[in-house]
């Protein structure tokens, strides 16, 4: 392999597909970056083994190959390096020269064969949508993922497109973001898969505002083709839980409140919550709703906020994590929010969007 290739672009490649690697793993060669090169470009490529990611970057190839060398000390390596212009090449047992007429470096490779086997994905179905209309999509529900490795099926995040329709909901079993969209896009058959949260960070690092993204679902695996970069995941096996009985059917009893305000409120309450005492207290009356935090042998907090509302008084007490999650993601100037009673959740709806939040009980 000889090839000559910029600096910068070559940078940007490497910390692209970087991300997914862990410094702590097992296996050594997952700490390793394959560099390929095919026709005009150099491809690079990390695996965990549950993802794979690609960035392609041009290059003048002056003679193909193929090596996998250790991705941090040859991103560090380009990084540190002078000039704006880098040749490198591959010698005799993988030994990969990196320099210019300033500075060489010989780092050691391995063979490419050695290089975990990423599945390519045959016989999908393609599915095109807007780069940022994606990305504005898995803001409004990835924050409701769950962590809890004990209940792996809600690790990520459930897709089903039905009728040229997206749904993509998550839930960690005390809140659910849900969201639907019509595509411009017919779809021959229905679709219903899970995401893992790790591939949906993923993806929303390289999302951009311009362009397409290229949704291609196979057996047990589902790739995103952005142009320069592909992201190839496996999926979460398993049945995601009816979400559809959780949604409530839509509320009279609503506070019509500045949604800024709103979340401004809810954090400088926050600011007294505790690991044992994390919940706020809402009470809400006709024109206003009080927002106080009181936390033993610490303090207390008390403010007041207009507001439109024409249900009965009630007291309810919320996370203010969950709320400042979705006020802070929304970009409404007012929001509706659904409440009952003190036992009942509370719903938010924007055009598609639901978001539900089960209440705290008050101590």
């Known amino acids: 392999m000889k090839l000559i290739v910029d600096k910068e672009n070559l940078i940007k490649g490497i910390q692209t597909v970087q991300n997914i690697i862990s410094q702590r793993t097992n296996l050594p060669i997952l700490s390793y970056v394959l560099v390929e090169t095919r026709g005009s470009e150099i491809y690079l490529t990390t695996t965990d083994l549950d993802i794979g990611i690609t960035h392609k970057v041009t290059a003048i190839i002056e003679e193909p190959g193929n090596v996998i060398l250790p991705a941090k000390k040859f991103g560090d390596i380009i990084r540190e390096f002078p000039e704006k212009t880098i040749n490198i090449y591959t010698k005799k047992n993988n030994l990969t020269v990196i320099e210019n007429q300033q500075c060489q470096f010989k780092l050691m490779g391995l063979p490419y064969e050695e290089f975990p086997k990423i599945s390519k994905i045959t016989n999908q179905e393609v599915i095109q949508l807007n780069q940022d209309e994606l990305k504005e999509m898995l803001s409004l529900v990835?924050?409701?993922?769950?962590?809890?490795?004990?209940?792996?099926?809600l690790n990520g995040i459930l897709c089903q497109i039905n009728k040229g329709v997206i749904h993509l909901v998550a839930t960690d079993g005390k809140r659910l973001a849900f969201y639907q969209k019509k595509l411009s896009q017919e779809i021959n058959k229905s679709i219903e898969i899970i995401i893992s949260i790790k591939t949906i960070q993923e993806l929303n690092r390289n999302l951009t505002e311009n362009g397409e993204v290229f949704l291609g679902v196979g057996n047990n695996q589902v790739l995103f083709d952005?142009?320069?970069?592909?992201?190839?995941?496996?999926?979460?096996?398993?049945?995601?839980?009816?979400?559809?009985?959780?949604?409530?059917?839509?509320?009279?009893?609503?506070?019509?409140?500045?949604?800024?305000?709103?979340?401004?409120?809810?954090?400088?309450?926050?600011?007294?919550?505790?690991?044992?005492?994390?919940?706020?207290?809402?009470?809400v009356f006709k024109n206003k709703v009080v927002i106080t935090k009181s936390t033993p042998n610490m303090g207390e907090s008390y403010e007041e906020l207009t507001c439109e509302y024409t249900g009965k008084d009630m007291v309810i007490g919320f996370n203010p994590v969950y709320l400042i999650d979705v006020l802070k993601t929304l970009k409404d100037e007012m929001v509706e929010f659904e409440v009952i009673d003190s036992e009942k959740p509370g719903v938010i709806r924007s055009d598609g969007y639901i978001y539900i939040i089960l209440p705290m009980r008050l101590m």
């Open 142 to 153: 990835s924050f409701a993922v769950s962590y809890d490795e004990t209940r792996y099926i």
């Open 226 to 283: 952005l142009g320069k970069t592909q992201i190839v995941s496996r999926l979460i096996e398993g049945e995601f839980p009816d979400y559809k009985q959780v949604i409530p059917p839509p509320a009279h009893s609503k506070i019509r409140i500045h949604r800024e305000r709103f979340l401004l409120a809810i954090k400088r309450a926050s600011l007294l919550a505790t690991h044992d005492y994390q919940a706020i207290k809402l009470e």
